[in-house]
Nanobody, 121 residues
Framework: QVQLVESGGGLVQAGGSLRLSCAASGSFVSINAMGWYRQAPGKQREFVAAISSAGRTNYADSMQGPATISIANAKNTVYLRMSSLQPEATAVYYC???????????????WGKGTLVTVSS
């Protein structure tokens, strides 16, 4: 079983910065890609950013600039640094990963439980 555990959420003032972390643990062969989604109150979950194990990145158009995603393959951990945060960024941020597991070999999608980011004005 693969688990993703997010950390780093909290309360930040508008204009501030925050770094989220997500660590994968459990039984798996490799990680193909990791990423972040967010769900604001009353809204659908939306894509934020993703990164492959090779370091290729993809960002939502709205996140270009204020966000940087990175991955530490040796630690099975993905980071999301966000700057110039505004109240509309308030949401639960979820970690997502495409992980190869054995028995038989296949890719599975895994989600974390989320970490709340609140940006005050």
């Amino acid at each position: 079983q693969v688990q993703l555990v997010e950390s780093g959420g909290g309360l930040v003032q508008a204009g501030g910065s925050l770094r989220l972390s997500c660590a994968a643990s459990g039984s798996f062969v490799s990680i193909n890609a990791m990423g972040w989604y967010r769900q604001a109150p009353g809204k659908q979950r939306e894509f934020v950013a993703a990164i492959s194990s090779a370091g290729r990145t993809n960002y939502a158009d709205s996140m270009q600039g204020p966000a940087t995603i990175s991955i530490a393959n040796a630690k099975n951990t993905v980071y999301l640094r966000m700057s110039s945060l505004q109240p509309e960024a308030t949401a639960v941020y979820y970690c997502n990963a495409a992980v190869m597991v054995a028995g038989p070999y296949r890719y599975v999608e895994v989600w974390g439980k989320g970490t709340l980011v609140t940006v005050s004005s």
